[in-house]
């Protein structure tokens, strides 16, 4: 009887991990077709829409990139990309960005604005299918005197 019980146990448990295992891989599949879906006409695909700086120090590097793929059948043309104030200032490739090809968003933040939280984004005009894409960049500057110690 005992062995029946402990046999029953090991095909369940083989089975439950069969099944596990075949989920975690049709997920990630689904996953990588959803990151790559292609569209007629130009596209961006980012990896992350929303860069946090986390706590930064005063006066510190306020450079970050965000990393886009052209997901499209058709080259794709950045036109324009306007940061929400003065103190974010984007940067863009000025020459088409080819299907497949990836490409860069450069965007500084004014790290001598000391003491306070800041939520700011960039509104990128492009020739894509959605032509407006608005990125996030948020973060926290310490205070000047808090760098000294």
């Given at each position: 009887?005992?062995?029946?019980?402990?046999?029953?146990?090991?095909?369940?448990?083989?089975?439950?991990?069969?099944?596990?295992?075949?989920?975690?891989?049709?997920?990630?599949?689904?996953?990588?077709?959803?990151?790559?879906?292609?569209?007629?006409?130009?596209?961006?695909?980012?990896?992350?829409?929303?860069?946090?700086?986390?706590?930064?120090?005063?006066?510190?590097?306020?450079?970050?990139?965000f990393v886009f793929?052209?997901?499209?059948?058709?080259?794709?043309?950045?036109?324009?990309?306007?940061?929400?104030?003065?103190?974010?200032?984007?940067?863009?490739?000025?020459?088409?960005?080819?299907?497949?090809?990836?490409?860069?968003?450069?965007?500084?933040?004014?790290?001598?604005?000391?003491?306070?939280?800041?939520?700011?984004?960039?509104?990128?005009?492009?020739?894509?299918?959605?032509?407006?894409?608005?990125?996030?960049?948020?973060?926290?500057?310490?205070?000047?005197?808090?760098?000294k110690s």
């Open positions: 009887m005992k062995k029946i019980i402990a046999l029953a146990l090991l095909v369940t448990l083989g089975v439950t991990t069969s099944n596990a295992q075949e989920t975690t891989k049709k997920l990630k599949a689904t996953n990588t077709k959803l990151a790559t879906a292609k569209v007629n006409g130009a596209g961006m695909v980012f990896v992350t829409e929303t860069i946090d700086y986390g706590t930064v120090a005063y006066n510190s590097d306020g450079r970050r990139e793929t052209n997901n499209g059948n058709k080259p794709l043309i950045i036109t324009n990309a306007q940061g929400s104030c003065g103190c974010t200032v984007p940067t863009y490739p000025k020459e088409p960005i080819a299907p497949g090809a990836k490409g860069i968003i450069g965007v500084k933040y004014d790290t001598s604005r000391a003491g306070q939280a800041f939520t700011k984004t960039v509104t990128l005009t492009t020739n894509a299918v959605v032509p407006s894409k608005t990125l996030t960049i948020k973060g926290n500057v310490l205070a000047a005197d808090a760098t």
